[in-house]
């Protein structure tokens, strides 16, 4: 009997993640089986547009006992529970290879992205978003002056460990390249020495090319599942041009970036009719030292890890295999650009 042919959306199968060198178990089969877990959409949860008690809103008072402006657009301040400092003790040399340490400062920033604390950057207004982009590039010039690393990241509802309800995210600037940029400088820059080409260059033509992964573009950007994606809804966002940090973008690609991401935002809400939950961060080239060494192979890009599988309530856990032994998903990269892709890129709340 001849063997089957392989069909991506049934067969079990890996993929490769070239910027971690890491492969992901695929596993569509999965989908078939029953499921009896809870699907329902939850109870959209009230914020009023100002607290005094939180923390992030005009005029509140924070725990260290300083008092923000009332503001009326971006407000960025130091973190007053930072994770990394500007300055420290330096450990002592190893006294054995198996027990290492090293130093670690840096600063950490928070970002208020608007006044109003019911407010999303989905239901943001354009030059409201355009404003949050501004001040991530600003940042990156500030902070990259002296630190290798300028991580900034969100992260999005309760279940992602966001304990303020108010439209924010935080910057996390390092005096070392952390572990996954590090990964990604190193297999990017083996890339551009083997083919002369950046490797994310090189992705965005053929994501182009074949658009079975597309969730969204405009002239400047492209949103995609990443063909080795793990999470159920990842997607990665990223400019059209070769673009190495923030702070290199255009004027029109700083617009057509707020544009995209209210698109890809709405997108997620509209999934499940709720405020989407993720962890998003930007990956550009190294700052501080390493911007006067050659960069070239690094191209500019965002990276979205949303949690939910099924429905609002219904998460995916990286438990068992995927802890012991490598990540897993049950739904391909393909057939969630395509959920995505049809979903309105009108916001559900804006229909009521």
């Not at 002592?92 to 090293?102: G, K, T």
């Not at 159920?232 to 991401?261: F, Q």
């Not at 609002?312 to 295999?321: C, R």
């Not at 309105?344 to 709340?349: K, S």
Request: proline share 10%.
């Amino acid at each position: 009997m001849d063997a089957p042919e392989f069909d991506p959306t049934e067969h079990q199968h890996r993929r490769y993640n070239p910027l971690t060198e890491e492969w992901v178990l695929v596993s569509p089969h999965r989908l078939k089986r029953p499921w009896s877990g809870q699907v329902e959409k939850p109870p959209e949860e009230v914020i009023p547009p100002h607290d005094p008690k939180n923390p992030l809103c005009p005029g509140a008072t924070r725990a260290n006992g300083k008092v923000n402006p009332n503001y009326d657009g971006v407000f960025v301040f130091e973190n007053d529970f930072s994770a990394l400092l500007k300055s420290g003790p330096e450990p002592a040399p190893p006294a054995h290879p198996l027990m290492q340490s090293a130093s670690a400062n840096g600063t950490c920033r928070v970002i208020c992205f608007h006044p109003r604390s019911d407010l999303t950057l989905p239901v943001m207004e354009m030059a409201d978003v355009r404003r949050v982009v501004d001040e991530w590039a600003n940042q990156t010039v500030d902070l990259g002056k002296t630190y290798d690393w300028v991580q900034i990241f969100e992260n999005k509802g309760k279940v992602m460990g966001c304990s303020n309800p108010h439209p924010h995210c935080q910057i996390w600037a390092c005096s070392f390249l952390p572990t996954y940029p590090q990964k990604s400088d190193n297999s990017q820059r083996k890339y551009f020495k083997e083919h002369g080409r950046p490797m994310l260059m090189d992705y965005i033509s053929l994501e182009l090319e074949k658009k079975e992964r597309i969730v969204a573009e405009n002239d400047h950007w492209l949103v995609v599942v990443p063909y080795w994606a793990v999470w159920p809804y990842e997607t990665m966002l990223l400019p059209k041009r070769h673009v190495l940090r923030l702070p290199d973008l255009t004027d029109e690609e700083r617009n057509s970036l707020a544009a995209i991401m209210k698109i890809l935002l709405t997108k997620y809400d509209n999934m499940f009719e709720c405020s989407f939950p993720y962890s998003m961060g930007w990956h550009g080239a190294p700052t501080g030292p390493r911007m006067t060494e050659d960069n070239s192979h690094w191209q500019l890009h965002a990276l979205y890890y949303p949690p939910l599988l099924r429905s609002a309530t219904v998460k995916k856990f990286m438990v068992g295999f995927e802890m012991l032994a490598q990540a897993q998903r049950d739904i391909t990269a393909e057939q969630v650009a395509e959920k995505l892709r049809n979903l309105p890129e009108t916001h559900y709340r804006m229909k009521k």
